[in-house]
Structures are given as C-alpha cells and as structure tokens.
C-alpha cells in the first residue's frame, strides 16, 4: 500500500480510485427489506470539501471542531470534512441520546477549545440554545444537513503531515476532567495499517456494524478501517441493535460482512435475546473476524455464542478477541487469524498472587481468555511492575505497557499527566525510551496477552467506562441526606457488577432509606446506563479515605467483598450477594474466626 | 442454549391480554436482561430495585416490538416503574390497537 502524508491525503485518493463504488450504507431501522441510504466515495468526498471549505473560511483550520450527530452518513461527511480541512474532529455522543445531558459535552468543549459545532438542523436550535445558556458565544454552530454549506471548488488541500492532529477521542477521564486523546494522522495511519495486518482486511473485506460513531472502536474500526482499505462498511445505529439484537446478525447475513466487532456485552445480548424465529434463513458463514474488545473478554460468552451459533455459519475461528484503546488509537494485540481464541486455566489462587500456575486437581482455577498477540512492525508489549516500574518476566502479571507509532502523543493540554502516562520510563531500561502505562493489568505467556484486570479504579460495564467519582457525585446530588460514597465493580465469575456504598444521614433521610436506594438505582440505571443491582446506605464515617480525603474505593471493595461493611439498608443483586457470602465464608474459614459481619443482611 | 420466541400468533390477536399474562411475560423478559429467575421478579418492586438500566430498557421496547408489534419510548421503563404498571399500561396500549384496526 502506496505510503501517505496524512489521513485526509488517503481518503482524496481512495475518493479518485473508487469514485462511484459505496463507500458507506448506511439502514436507519431495521434491516432485513429494508433499503440502505448509499454513500459512494464520490459524494463522499465532493460533501467533505463543501464542509471543509466553509471550515477553512470561517478560519477553522487547526482548530477542534466538535461533531454532534446521531449515528449516520451525516457524522462521516463531516468527520472527513474536518480532516479536509486540517482541523481537528471532536466527536461527542449527541446529548439527549441515552441518557447523555449536555454537561459532559460543555467539559469537553472547555477542554478542547471548540471553534465551531457541526450537527444537524433538527438539533441545531437545542444546540444553539446550549452554547448561549453555557456563555459560548464565540462558537459558532452549523448543520451541516441542508444542501450546500461551503463551495466545493474553493477548498484548498491543507498540506497536511504525520504529525498534524486528525481527532481528539474524549473516551477517558470523568464527567469533571475530561481528557482528550490527541490522535495524529500519523497514529492514524499506522494504527489502520495494524488493523489490517492484525486481522487481514483486505480491500475486499465487507464491514460492518452498530458501534456508536463517537467511540473509538467504531469509528476507528467501522469508518475509518473501510475507508483506508477502500472498501464499503454497512451501518445501523447502536439503539437499532439494542432493541433487537438479531439485526446484527441479520446485517451480516444479508450483506455478507466479513468483519464486525464489539465488546462482550453485545455477543452476550445475542446468545441472550436472538430467538430461534429471528435466527431462522441467517447464514453468518461470511463472517471471518468478530472483534470482541474494549471491556473483559469472558470464556463463557465465547463459548456460548460459538455454540448457539454455529449452526447458521458462525466460525469458532472468527471470534477474534483483542485488545486496545483510544490512547493507542485502538488495537494492539489481536487473535492470529490462524487459529480460534487461546483459552488457558489457571490455578485461582495463583493468579491473585500474580502469577500464571497450575490449574491443580482440586483447586479452583479460572479461565483466561488471551487478546492475542501484537504484531513485531506495530507495538511493542511489555509487562511492569507499577510501583517498581521493573519489567516482569512471561507468567508475572504487572501492568501493561506498549509503544508503537499507533500510540498518541498524549491528552490535550494534560502535560503532568502526559509525562507520568505517555512518558514512562522501565527501570533499568531507561534508554529505552517512553513508553504509555495503560492502567490495565495483564500477564504475558508465550506472546499471547491476557488482561486479569485494572490498576486504574475505572469500571468496564456494557462497553462503557464508568467512573467511580462520577457516580458517586451524581448520587450525592440526589438527595441532601446522602454523604460520600465509593462506587467500584465486583466479578462474579460470569460478569462485572457495579456496587454502590454511600453513606447517609438517617435521621435526615427519615425513615425511607428503602426508596432512597431505590431512586438511587433508577438515577444510575438511566443516566449511565449500568445496572445498579447493589446499593448499600451506610453510616456517616464508615467509607474509609486516606489522610489527604481520598476516597479508597479499593480498600472499600475489600471490605465489601470480606462482608465487613455493614449497611442500614441494602439492596444486593443475587450473584452478588453469593459471592460476598462466599468470600466472607472464606475469609472466616481461614482466620478460624467468624467474619466481623455475615455479610449484610438482605433487604427486599 | 436456545430461546424460543413466545408464541407469535397468540399474541397478535389481542383477545387475550390481560395484566396478568403480560406480567408474567415481562416477569420472563425482565429476568432475561437482568440474569435472574421470574420468580425473583415481584411485580410491585420497581424494576430499578433490580438493576434496570438504559440497555435493559431497550431491551424491553425491542422484545415488546417484536412480540405485540407495538412501538414504545424506552423511557415507558422509568414511567411506568414497576411490572404491574407496566403491564397496566401494555393493556391499555394494545386496547387501543385492537380497537384501531376494527
């Protein structure tokens, strides 16, 4: 593949050699006779110079422009319009969907220095009336849906190279700090080049998917992927496959996709919610690369949709767990296409030691799932110990560190942050260079990675990352009555669950702490769209915090989990309830003492 | 592993739906999304009580489209909290679409 200045250079040439070939379809509701809205590479990039021209006149080259769309073709002209111009994309889910409110979205235009908003003309008003109330008044907004908005003709190519910014991903950090991976055309490219060398997409590979256009596996993965390859990506939004999840399926069978991905959540819902009925007439044989990223990759969940699968087409082999996130663009280790996932049982109690053993006859063991291996000419993977910073040999888990032209620069305007994440240095092995600390923990065997879980205290939950202090926040604005909390997620061997302890003041409360909790539940079960099967109230003084104030959410796991946390009320999801009796048993057993407190009482 | 469909053809005629068959359907639904038993599922708890979040309520409208071919906001989940509810409201729902198509 010839080698490109930048990203926008790629996609004006795929533009000249596809012409009228679709790059994107693009099915509102529903798949199955439905007709797909067409997005030939010509449109596209005759549409991209219109957006990018009005950018360039209105001075925006070099500045962020953030991208409010509902999923669709609308998102991708000005994504590649942006690029066009040489300004830089800032996509954002479009407020109002799924619970999203317009206060995370004001932290990131803040953060970024938004010039301009892109969107379409039946949110432009709502929009508008935002950035007014918000005191935004040098950004202009402009929907970019109705005809024309520039002059194809007069846009200038912007010269652009490797190093200038193509996107800013506002995936990490929490509601009140938002960061922004700062992702260069030339981490772009070269992370597009490890997609396709990681999974053997070709220019013939059909994709496709539901991934909300603003995450990074989606637009990475679902948009930019088909474009660098110059083939087509068949689309339907997130809420379309939430609501059925067979018209996934579907979309595979009646456009013979070849790749699609999404974290284990979604393949999950299909073993879950897809009826024999739906199922009948859909051949998945087409189907060769299933990503399965971006929250943990569970043995089960393979299993179990291999299973339920197979008999229409689906391929043991194609179930491609990976691994990557936006700080590296997106992927950085894969499944060899050679083979099916790597399964490997180990000895538990090893494993919480750090280390790969066993498994043993008669002791538990658990299931590891590998995310593959990275490729020599891509990254580079090493396995750290985070307080000694001294790499680890194979079988030790540490945290994973990685480096490779795929990784970022670093967060927008975060330089303390960007020399502790971005800049790390192996002890030792200085020389080396920089490397980035993920946060997530892992343990290397035979080249294969598997992720054993987070240094950080964020939570994977249905593709989300969940930040503690958001919750916490959000819930302490429920209610006067309700003091600090700590919020954090347990594993009950099948999944992740979010556990909520907040501490209350009863006698302010009065007596309802019952619909208080289960206020508390609704809040959390919509607005960030998590389940909340676990609420404890608590007394004032029982979340613990070191000297500094600092809530220690990991300490108060512990002591969740050892059934020393007692509640004045609490609400507690059966798997969880299980397993703190389980582990407080446990715990007692080995103490030769009774737990400080068999487990809380339940309630409801 | 496989799910059967509820009986399609039973419930596009809508004779038959009273509260209590469409609770004990949304008990079964519920239960799926949120890996529990139907049993465990009181029809005066609110479905919050149980973990209910914006994907389970998608969920639910999906399941509800496809079986009663009825189109609902998956905010009805938050309005109508609680299986009764719920169920009340679904009667009433497809009361009005029975009389519709008459």
Known sequence: MAEFGSFAELVLTRSDERGDKDAFLFLADGVRGKEPERLPYRNLDRAAKDIASWLQERGLAGRQVLLLYPSGLDFVKAFVGCLYAGAVAVPAPLPSEQGQHFRRVSGIVRDARVGAVLTLAEH????EAWLAAEGFSDVACMPTDQGTVGDADAWRDPALGPEHLAFLQYTSGSTSAPKGVMVSHGNLLAN??????????????????WLPFYHDMGLIGHILQPLWLGTTSVLIPPVSFLRKPARWLELVSEYGVHAS????????????????????????????????????????????FTERFGPHGFRAET?????????????????????????????????????LTGPFLGAPRRTLVSSGVALAEDFEVRIVDPETLAEQPDGRVGEIWVRGASVASGYWERPEVNAEIFGARIAGQEELGAWLRTGDMGVLGGGELFVTGRLKEMVLINGRNIYPYDVESAVRGLNPAIGAGA??????????????????RAAAAGDDLKSIATGIQRHIGMEFAVPAGS?????????????SGKIQRTLMRKLFLQGAVTALHSVLDPSVRTLVESAAAEAAGAAGTPATDPAMAPVG | MSVPATDRTAN???????????????????ALYLKRTPSEISPTVPLAEYGLDSVAALSLCGDIEEDFDLVLEPTVAWDYPTVEALAGHLVEELGEMGGENR
């Open chain 1, 319 to 355: 179930m491609f767990p990976c691994y990557g996130m936006a700080e590296t663009t997106l992927l950085v280790t894969g499944t060899p296409k050679t083979r099916g996932a790597l399964l490997r049982e180990v000895d538990a109690a090893g494993l919480e030691q750090g280390t």
């Open chain 1, 124 to 127: 432009a008003p709502e929009v």
């Open chain 1, 192 to 209: 597009e080049a490890a997609i396709a060398r990681s999974t053997g997409n070709t220019p013939d590979t059909m994709i496709g998917g």
């Open chain 1, 261 to 304: 991905g999404g974290p284990n959540f979604a393949y999950d819902l299909c073993v879950r919610r897809v009826t024999d009925a739906q199922l009948e007439g859909l051949d998945l044989s087409t189907w060769r690369t299933a990503c399965n990223g971006a929250e943990p990759v569970r043995a089960e969940t393979l299993r179990a």
């Open chain 1, 487 to 504: 919020v954090f997620a347990v594993d009950t061997g099948g999944q992740e669950h979010l556990v909520v302890i907040h501490e209350i």
């Open chain 2, 12 to 30: 596009n005629e809508h004779t038959a739906h009273t509260v209590e068959s469409l609770s004990s359907w949304l008990a079964d639904r519920i």
């Open chain 1, 535 to 547: 609420v404890l109230l608590v007394r004032p003084g029982t979340v613990r915090r070191t000297t």
